[in-house]
């Protein structure tokens, strides 16, 4: 049995052991309630992955406590959402296909900024660039900074090296990074 | 301090860590730096897509878990969550009436609150004595507006003021008089643009503005506008007597 904290954890870190234990421990009453209300399987199994990416979205803008309770938390999104989708079933799509699903909208200004991954050219070419660039070390200084948000102090600790090289690699790594996105914009216009 | 040495202040301001102050500061800094706001921009997309890519993942080994793991539906011990009847449904007609009469009671008690400030504020607005000097045969506006003003007769000096105040717009002390006509007539909103200038000025007639604008301010409800004024003023010889009484 895995704790909130551990869940928590594995989530964030797309840890496949921690997802599965999710899937295995919450789709079975998810399932059992969609089909007891007039819903399918594929229903189900739909509002459990809208469920998922929901809680997930959540979690990587820090607007999840790790000590609220994680099963009722995802139980109360997943039915809440059930109950949104039956008001309105007969316009409204449960899940959408690939990256639509990332548009539906929130109250936090995180998802505005997450429509310009996909809308916005810079941002793609960024996107584009990052997941084939072979700087693996500055790739994996600025996935710690910017995603994981270690401090630079302590990047620097655990490199033990000074702060000052830390802060002028970061910048170095960003710089070069956004080098290469401009020359990618060059080439694809 | 350069771009490098900003980091941890980029993420802070990203992840609105920042006091009011510092953010204050900090925007003002990025707004005459453009390397700075450059490297914000960029750290605002590497935050947005580190963040895009993980939920990718997330949802490709979602996906993979569940082509993979067969499910039987059963609520187990987690039925309580998706108990849709009982004791909810049955109390749901007395919460809404006691939603009601608490609602309805802090209504009336906060239309009470107003009600009794609005009363105070009523009890302490006097006219501005008036310093300016004409003599009883002038013809114009000004001299005019200050007669109606002295005899109380405040529709008229409205007129006339504003006629004046019109014609000599460096003359600070009738468009004084002029707003404090206006709230004696209860019409704070058109004071209000009036009084604003002067008391910015130092000048004899700036206190007297700043009392006749929180005067003005709580006349409209603006009871948060109004405090630094009521405080600036506690201590003073005039005017302190009357900012008690209208904090009651």
Redesign the interface.
């Known amino acids: 049995m895995m704790t909130d904290r551990q869940i928590y954890m594995g989530?964030?870190q797309?840890d496949?052991a921690t997802?599965?234990y999710v899937?295995?421990t919450?789709?079975?009453?998810l399932?059992?309630?969609v089909?007891s209300n007039n819903g399918s399987r594929e229903e189900?199994?739909d509002l459990?992955?809208e469920t998922?990416?929901k809680v997930?979205?959540r979690i990587?803008?820090?607007q999840y406590n790790d000590l609220d309770k994680f099963?009722?938390y995802f139980?109360?999104i997943a039915?809440n959402t059930w109950i949104d989708h039956l008001k309105s079933k007969k316009n409204k799509v449960l899940v959408d296909p690939d990256d639509q699903?990332?548009q539906r909208a929130d109250d936090s200004d995180?998802d505005a900024?997450?429509q310009?991954?996909l809308h916005d050219r810079?941002?793609e070419a960024?996107?584009a660039v990052?997941?084939t660039w072979e700087d693996t070390i500055c790739r994996r200084m600025?996935?710690q900074?910017?995603?994981d948000?270690t401090?630079?102090?302590d990047i620097a600790e655990a490199e033990n090296v000074p702060q000052n090289t830390i802060?002028?690699r970061?910048?170095k790594c960003?710089s070069k990074?956004?080098r290469l996105v401009q020359q990618r914009l060059q080439q694809t216009t | 301090m350069s771009?490098?040495?900003t980091?941890?202040t980029i993420?802070a301001y990203l992840?609105r860590r920042l006091s009011a102050e510092e953010l204050r500061n900090f925007e003002a800094q990025i707004q005459a730096d453009p390397a700075l706001a450059e490297?914000v921009h960029?750290?605002?997309?590497?935050?947005?897509?580190?963040?895009?890519?993980?939920?990718l993942?997330?949802?490709q080994?979602?996906?993979?878990?569940?082509a993979e793991?067969d499910?039987?539906?059963?609520?187990?011990q987690?039925?309580r969550?998706?108990d849709d009847s009982g004791w909810f449904k049955r109390w749901l007609p007395g919460l809404l009436v006691l939603a009601a009469l608490v609602s309805g009671g802090t209504w009336y008690y906060g239309y009470q609150q107003q009600q009794q400030a609005l009363a105070r504020v009523q009890s302490v607005l006097e006219p501005l004595d008036n310093i300016i000097g004409f003599s009883p045969d002038d013809p114009g506006s000004a001299a005019a507006g200050m007669r109606a003003y002295d005899q109380r007769k405040y529709p008229e000096a409205i007129r006339y003021l504003s006629t004046a105040a019109q014609e000599s717009q460096d003359d600070p002390s009738l468009q004084l008089y002029l707003a404090v006509s206006y709230l004696l007539q209860q019409e704070p909103a058109r004071a209000e643009p009036l009084l604003r200038p002067l008391t910015q000025t130092d000048a004899l007639l700036t206190v007297p503005a700043r009392w006749y604008l929180a005067v003005c301010l709580l006349q409209q409800g603006k009871k948060a506008e109004a405090t630094p004024l009521l405080d600036a003023l506690e201590g003073d010889v005039v005017y302190g007597e009357k900012v008690r009484r209208v904090r009651g």
């Open positions: 989530l964030r797309n496949r997802t599965e899937y295995k919450l789709a079975p009453p399932f059992k309630y089909l189900a199994k459990f992955q998922f990416i997930l979205k990587h803008n820090d099963e009722a139980l109360t039915r699903l990332w995180e900024l997450l310009l991954v810079r941002m960024l996107h990052w997941e600025l996935h900074f910017h995603y948000r401090r630079t102090k802060l002028q970061l910048f960003r990074l956004f | 771009v490098e040495q980091q941890d993420q992840e490297e960029r750290c605002r997309q590497l935050r947005v897509m580190t963040r895009h890519e993980a939920l993942q997330g949802k080994t979602l996906a993979a878990v569940m793991v499910i039987t539906p059963d609520y187990g987690h039925r969550y998706f």
